[in-house]
């Protein structure tokens, strides 16, 4: 692995053997190279801890971690006490990233030093269909006023929010795989929510809005989100129910805000 690499890409995995290869690949063949790759097997029982392990026995930047099953926000938890990366990233195991995304999303944080967290738009591959299509990312002029207004309604309807990603917006959403970050977040003591079984991302999103750091929009195509029948995203809606009363919780004690 890179002795200083600038950029820590997390890859959390689970039973992904079908599209891990594929997704590995493309974070390896990026044409920005000084990045570490940690991969984290979360208990799988298909072949998917073979498959990374192969791929750190051939490139040095590829770090496997194998634990228990505990789910994703665990997993990336378990991946940032590890981290030597002045950004963070995160891969899924089922995407493919852009080419071109991690030296462009670093030209675009050591240009932006205000910036502690940047995202970007995404192609949604729909797998049994079989076609693409453009996915724009929302921008937003003041995220932290956003979610302040929630606090102070907390009163509205559960039904108005379909999940996390409304809070901000109630048509578009921040593409997780997308983002990158300042590696200080995670320093100053911000971490994962391990009772968010989906939605975890945008936890950690209103995490670092409520502290205060600022986030922006770059405008790139940053990855193939693939989406296809397993996905927890698409299964798990009574779970995505659980999530928004989690939030609104932490709302309403002011968990978010410093």
């Not at 600038?6 to 890859?11: D, H, N, Q, R």
């Not at 995407?95 to 967290?117: G, P």
């Not at 049994?128 to 309807?157: A, G, T, W």
């Not at 039904?159 to 809070?167: D, V």
Request: hydrophobic residues 35%; aromatic residues 12%; proline residues 2%.
């Amino acid at each position: 692995m890179e002795i200083n690499p600038k950029i820590s890409v997390i890859l959390p995995v689970y039973n992904t053997e079908k599209y891990l290869f594929e997704s590995i690949s493309s974070v390896l063949n990026q044409n920005f190279t000084n990045f570490e790759l940690i991969i984290v097997n979360d208990g799988s029982t298909d072949d998917s801890l073979k498959i990374a392990k192969e791929f750190e026995k051939k490139d040095k930047r590829v770090i496997v971690i194998n634990k228990m099953n505990g789910g994703r926000a665990d997993s990336i938890n378990e991946a940032i006490k590890i981290i030597k990366g002045k950004y963070v990233t995160f891969q899924d195991a089922d995407d493919i990233m852009y080419s071109e995304r991690l030296k462009k999303q670093f030209e675009f944080m050591e240009k932006n030093k205000e910036v502690f967290m940047s995202y970007g738009n995404m192609i949604i591959f729909w797998e049994e269909e079989k076609r693409e299509e453009i996915y724009i990312s929302p921008e937003f002029d003041n995220p932290l006023e956003l979610l302040k207004n929630i606090k102070q309604n907390l009163s509205l309807n559960l039904n108005e929010y379909r999940g996390l990603a409304n809070f901000l917006d109630k048509k578009e959403y921040i593409p997780g795989p997308s983002v990158i970050l300042r590696r200080e977040i995670f320093d100053n003591g911000i971490k994962l929510d391990k009772r968010f079984d989906v939605g975890e991302d945008y936890d950690l999103w209103f995490q670092i809005i409520g502290k205060g750091y600022k986030i922006k929009k770059q405008d790139i195509i940053a990855l193939i989100y693939r989406r296809h029948k397993n996905q927890i995203t698409l299964t798990k809606k009574e779970k995505r129910a659980k999530s928004v009363e989690l939030s609104l919780d932490k709302l309403k004690n002011n968990l978010y805000f410093y």
